[in-house]
DNA sequence: CTCGGTTTGTTCTCCCGTTCACAAACTCCT
DNA sequence: AGGAGTTTGTGAACGGGAGAACAAACCGAG
């Protein structure tokens, strides 16, 4: 039993709900909600209510027993535990499309999060203006990395240059990682890296959407009716997508070979 | 031991991977790779040997003792466990800086994902065009998503209308949704709910970055988040707002609460 | 045909995370 | 002050995934 601090060995999906929590706080908090059970908590937040509990209690003993928690202490409590209550300096790497977005997404600063450098290889877009933040050449990465002590790099370049860029972050001196490439980023030891890949979380959908659909035709699975292609080294096309038609039949063929 | 068919029922965490393993696939195929062995899948993919060997058992048995994976085949069947062989009708709801960057995201279309409806609730964006697609309003939701049969959605818009869009993606028909709003929606069962957070991915990444720099202070506990490097400007400690106070002074408390 | 080398598919064990269930503790009412 | 009613914090059971180790299966050489 811990007489005093609390243990600071928090399980990963504890802290990865942690900033779902405090969400749910502050929106509590701004509907002027002083008090609330682990039970309201865990419905803001998503999550059944033993789970919040037992996450909570990582922390320490905050809340008061038949009474609940108070919203702006455990607030604050989950904001200086996750870190938020300090100033944290970015840098974004790849300003096409979504680091653009990424740049002006209000999430970020009301989070604790600042964005100081906006950087791209490109320089045709060096020294245009988005928001107060100029983009600036790639060049000055390090510079600007030491300068403003910056541990935090967002990586949304192509694929190909983002491993590249992640070793030169990681050589300046950047200890963790956001990337929303979608490559394998390889880092040392000591570097966190966290990856956010938009095709994949569609197609993971896909997967599930596929099943339902299977499910609700009761029919054996079907695609279109192109050809597997040959455990041989045959470069067949698989792609064949087609308009939306009825789907073919399938070989569930899975063995490669005859018994002995 | 299935001695016909694998069994349906894939693992959520292979589910999660399988795309990884696709992507690494398609690399291997560009560069002219007609054959690899686990290891080398793996090491492309960033996972253990071991585990994509297990991963891959749930498909099947693709693949061959002694030899390896042929790219093509292997691509194949994983693309149409998927579902990515299919063509899948997305709309896009919510057309910010994030919605912008997301229907410019060349990723989806390569995957087998078409974006057929870009909707938005604001008039003076309606019309605007993006690539070959306009900007509509958010009332012809219900028609185009029953006229491309869409069944993936996807949520760009502000926090505040998330759940009301997703209510009306659902009642349209959607069954998958993938929410980029900063809000925890409820969906009723048979509807798919994936949800892509940035900040919340920065939060983590503080959260252990706050623990290194702790760690290599030396200092294990009693340092509040103001010691650490840069100037961190204001901790913004909630000043007790109204009556209920923190609860009972709290002996591992620094400065929040007044003693009752 | 047989043998050695190689790689897959699978089994087993361990660990993390989730969930249940309940004692401890606090408030409110009488 | 005492009891009834709540709600937290936590111990324990449960399930699923990760990793190591191994047998089965395949290829090629002699």
Known sequence: MPGGAPDRGIPEATVARLPIYLRALISLSEHGIATCSSEELATAA???SAKLRKDLSYLGSYGT????YDVEYLRYQIARE?????????VIVGIGNLGHALSNYAGFRSRG?????LLDSDPARHGEQLGDLTIRSLEE???LVAEHRIAIGVIATPAASAQQVCDRLVAAGVTSILNFAPAVLSTPDGVDLRKVDLSIELQILA??????AL???GAPRGVNGAAVPAASPTPAAPAASGPPGPPGADPRD???GEPA
């Open 82 to 90: 996750i870190g938020v209550t300090q100033d944290w300096p970015v």
């Open 65 to 68: 027993r038949g009474v609940g």
């Open 46 to 48: 998503g999550v059944n």
């Open 254 to 256: 899975h063995r490669m």
């Open 113 to 117: 999060f600042r964005i100081v450098a």
């Open 141 to 143: 990465l390090e510079d």
């Open 207 to 212: 997967y599930h959407e596929q099943r339902k």
């Open 215 to 217: 499910a609700t035709r």
